[in-house]
């Protein structure tokens, strides 16, 4: 089972300020990464697919990088509605899809 | 409108079974890899089940052999039945679609989530 880790596990930031939060894999996941945002009580959102690609209506501040076995989500500049859990997720091994553990990003 | 809307959670005892359903409308169902993703409260996603378009399922270790996902393609619909089920199997269960086309294969479409309690 590929294992990804996530870190920091909170970011505590002000609004307008910039958020990086990591995704690392036990093994490389070539570009096969995803991310998403899950507010309360609501499902989760896709926001980035292989690594980098924004998903359809996802702003331009959320911006992907990485590959191999090292991810990065930046949030360029902080609105209030970004304030949430980010999971980072690989489909590298088809029959044993892994999420990470989640990076809370809540107001400083 | 693309929906995905599960149905049949609930309370349950250790040792019983539950069927989930998931109802999907607004795209061609019968054309989509469909999975089951859980999370406990306060906790993180956990991926529990797949059906490829043929109707091939995949599961991980930890509910192999309890838990058996099928499709229905005429009505649109997705299921889950749990057997065996324990405390650990307590959390919102998901619906997700997974697109290859638009997505490179995330998961695109969630549904609200339905919640199973595994208790005495």
């Known amino acids: 089972e590929i294992v990804l880790t996530q870190s920091p596990a909170t970011l505590s930031l002000s609004p307008g300020e910039r958020a990086t939060l990591s995704c690392r894999a036990s093994?490389?996941?070539?570009?096969?990464l995803a991310w998403y945002q899950q507010k309360p009580g609501q499902a989760p959102r896709l926001l980035i697919y292989?690594?980098?690609n924004r998903a359809t209506g996802i702003p331009a501040r959320f911006s992907g990088s990485g590959s191999g076995t090292d991810f990065t989500l930046t949030i360029s500049s902080l609105e209030p509605e970004d304030f949430a859990v980010y999971y980072c997720q690989q489909r590298s091994n088809w029959l044993a899809l892994t999420f990470g553990g989640g990076t809370k990003v809540e107001i400083k | 409108e693309v929906q995905l809307v599960e149905s049949g959670g609930g309370l349950v005892q250790p040792g019983g079974s539950l069927r989930l359903s998931c109802a999907a409308s607004g795209f061609t169902f019968s054309s989509y890899d469909m999975h089951w993703v859980r999370q406990a409260t306060g906790k993180g996603l956990e991926w529990v089940s797949a059906i490829g378009t043929a109707g091939d399922p995949y599961y991980p270790g930890s509910v192999k052999g309890r838990f058996t996902i099928s499709r229905e393609n005429a009505k649109n619909s997705l299921y889950l039945q749990m057997n065996s089920l324990r405390a650990g199997d307590t959390a919102v269960y998901y619906c997700?679609?997974?697109?290859?086309?638009?997505?490179?294969?995330?998961?695109?479409?969630w549904g609200q989530g339905t919640m199973v309690t595994v208790s005495s």
């Open positions: 997700a679609r997974v697109n290859y086309g638009d997505y490179g294969g995330a998961f695109d479409i």
């Open positions: 093994q490389s996941v070539s570009s096969y």
């Open positions: 292989d690594a980098s």
